[in-house]
DNA sequence: GGGGAGAGATGCCGC
DNA sequence: GCGGCATTTCTCCCC
């Protein structure tokens, strides 16, 4: 397979609206946003259906190069080399680069119409304080989850055991400084709005960072340590326990 | 080809540490930091020569299951279906994939050391800001850049024409709300530190939301519009003008 | 379409 | 390793 072929085989397959998947020695420019240059290497590029593309080095998570969906893909043959342009024009960014050789192609219909099903996320988590309040603290009355309320996008809002209004934060993810701000930033929309000056905050979290917790203590807030659901652990600890017998 | 064939051929592959990427009918489970289920369709596999592993719907640009380089993949062929099960982190997280046929497959020994060169982001902004600071107003002196101050991460640092301590902190993007309170996270911090009561705070970005710049004003802050800078632009521009005579 | 906030965020850098 | 923070963040939801 020469060179030159694969610019056939490319617009052909991005006719087809097929998933493409090559590996390939280039080098890449990107121009939008930001602005990026990448010299001669190895990469992995990936066309989908709906025409996103990703570039990938041959380490690492995230894609070095990269267009959403909806863009426009183009390659051609020039001077020995592919030249690939892609073009996102409602984004005003483009990626050209220059193929010197291909290493392996593929392309084929992918068919996929399913949603993943995730659990263990914040809002998971402040279902589970709504449904049960006393898990935030003995006493306390649940009255709003996560509702645009004229407060803003409150996690949990309710009442303390001695009737003080109290604005809950989630954080799936251990506590920073920006989950204190933005808790402030709550409890003090909720005083304005309410024209009273005691409103408490209560930061839930797996764990706070020493800085996080020190600033929450300081505006006179309250850290409990919660950790997300996640059901199928749930599950499989109830397999095992069966299995046991 | 028979699918258990792909058994052998993932894990030798995986052994020469090559990067793999094939497409496949599957279902997918994830438990770890959270957890997820993904009913049957086609997806894209990728594993790369770190042992990173994504994997792709045919559409969208995020990976709907992935893990991070280091993690452990094994595949057996069992019951007419081959299992695919990647694990990270002292078994803290897994992906579990059930394939029931494979589209198609490719592995290669890709090769990148290069890194990647990215001009625009909020640092080379604040770079700008620092070495041109009557781009932030005129008269301002700027003290110090994206240093590790005993105040935090405060991207540019000076005073103004009136000799007034004054915080600026840069936003590659929109400015939120999140911004406006890190900046006043910081005016408040310099204003403790060292025992003043008049700090100012300036926020620079491309552009601003309105209920930002509402909290701005209400703390007495400024706003003004910049945008990160752009070498490779501004170098197609220069290109376009001498094109031009 | 803009605004606001989460994400299995990830990645980088500094202490 | 934790902490603090940017990201061509992306994605979702709601107004």
Redesign the pocket.
């Known amino acids: 397979m020469q060179l030159e072929d694969y610019a056939v085989l490319i617009n052909d397959a991005l006719n087809r609206q097929e998933t493409i998947v090559f590996g390939c020695h280039c080098t890449i420019r990107?121009s939008?946003?930001?602005e990026?240059r990448l010299s001669h290497g190895d990469r992995l590029f990936i066309i989908k259906r709906d025409k996103?593309l990703l570039?990938h080095q041959p380490h690492?998570?995230?894609?070095?190069?990269?267009?959403?969906?909806g863009s426009t893909h183009s390659v051609v043959f020039l001077d020995g080399e592919l030249r690939f342009k892609a073009v996102n024009g409602?984004?005003k960014?483009s990626?050209e680069a220059t193929i010197s050789r291909v290493h392996f192609f593929n392309s084929a219909s992918l068919q996929d119409g399913e949603v993943i099903e995730?659990v263990?996320?914040?809002?998971?988590?402040s279902d589970m304080l709504y449904s049960n309040p006393e898990m935030i603290e003995e006493g306390f009355t649940a009255a709003s989850r996560e509702?645009?309320t004229k407060y803003?996008?409150i996690?949990v809002f309710g009442t303390d055991k001695n009737g003080v209004l109290t604005v809950v934060?989630?954080?799936?993810?251990?506590a920073?400084?920006?989950?204190v701000t933005?808790l402030r930033?709550?409890v003090e929309k909720v005083m304005v709005s309410k024209g009273i000056t005691k409103v408490r905050g209560i930061l839930a979290a797996p764990?706070?960072?020493?800085?996080?917790k020190k600033m929450l203590e300081d505006w006179g807030f309250t850290f409990i340590s919660v950790k997300?659901p996640k059901y199928l652990e749930d599950e499989n600890k109830r397999q095992a326990r069966l299995d046991g017998f």
Chains 1, 2 share one sequence.
């Open positions: 990107y939008g946003r930001a990026s996103a570039i690492g998570s995230m894609p070095i190069n990269y267009m959403k969906a409602a984004a960014e990626i995730l263990g996320s914040e809002r998971d988590m509702e645009q803003g996008f996690d934060e989630c954080k799936r993810y251990g920073d400084l920006s989950a933005q930033r709550y764990k706070i960072t020493e800085n996080a997300p």
